[in-house]
């Protein structure tokens, strides 16, 4: 078959078209024919190899582990292995070819993947494979880091900084179908679309600061992280709280090797004095639960993923190139 291959850490041009040996579904695994697979920021981190800690996480210290990168997909099912019960050759699925939550490779980035079943759902009808690809990563993450908030009740009030990102995009969707009133935070040119994605308000970053506005907010979603810690309290109610995700923009954040670590370090520690940021929670939900938490939102049409631009297969290192410098106007998807 042919796939992506990542043969050392770097630059984006080191990736190349090749062919591999087809994979064979294990025990409890999916075969799956890739239709769709999405660019995120994750899939540079492996591709550059930096911060170099998340070598030492799972991905391979001096080259990837697994050559063929990319971790979200959808596509229809090729054959099961022993003992999957859920699917069947024909199924159009989609879903995180990973089921940790670690920088590494999963192999998306070929014409043919092999799935564990619990990480797959079913993809709704009404739902393209690239709208489908695009949710299982940003969409964990947001779920991940809502579950950190005290529950959200209809009518208070959120801000998503960065809302117009892939995680962004669905953080502003989930508080909107939590009953939240949403303010999402990012450029000019991303305004008309957070107003498609249901934002109540919206704010210009380039023209506006969140913080200095007198407007305070029962959460403050952070994904950029473009603001100290404390400036953002400035925007918080007294009981509010402080979700950051945090970007280093693609490596200009300069953090080679712990990345943003020591950072979310020192808010844990504030957080034993701070009641505005959670205090820190290694439980995590099953990948199994998320999906069906997906599927149902789909389905219901309470998120909707925006497609910017979608790229042959032979183009990977083109559509990550796209990620990095064009501020896409939704999500970057691969076509196998």
Known sequence: MKAIIQNGYGSLDALELGEVEMPAPGDGEVLVRVRAASVHPDVWHVVSGRPYILRLMGAGF???????????????????????????????????????????????????????????????????????????????????????????????????????????????????????????VDSTKKLSLLRELGADEVIDYTREDFTTRGVRYDLIFDIPGNHPFSECRRALTPEGTYILIGHEKFGEAGKRVLGLIPHFFKLMFLSLFLKQLPRPNFSMPGKKDTMAVFRELLEAGKITPVIDRTYPLGEASEAIRYLMEGEPIGRVVITP
Not at 129 to 138: C, D, K, L, R
Not at 174 to 184: E, N, P, Q, S
């Open 62 to 184: 001096f080259k990837p582990k697994n050559p063929i990168p990319g971790t979200d997909m959808a596509g229809t099912v090729e054959a099961v292995g022993a003992n999957v019960t859920e699917f069947q050759p024909g199924d159009e699925v989609f879903g995180e070819t990973i089921g940790s939550m670690q920088w590494i490779n999963g192999g998306a980035y070929a014409e043919y993947v092999t799935v564990a079943e619990e990480c797959l759902a079913l993809k709704p009808a009404k739902v393209t494979f690239e709208q489908a690809a695009s949710v299982p990563t940003s969409g964990y993450i947001a779920l991940l880091n809502f579950g950190e908030a005290r529950p959200l009740s209809p009518g208070q009030e959120v801000l998503v900084n960065g809302a117009g990102g892939g995680v962004g995009a669905l953080a502003l969707q989930l508080a909107k179908a939590y009953g939240a009133r949403v303010t999402a």
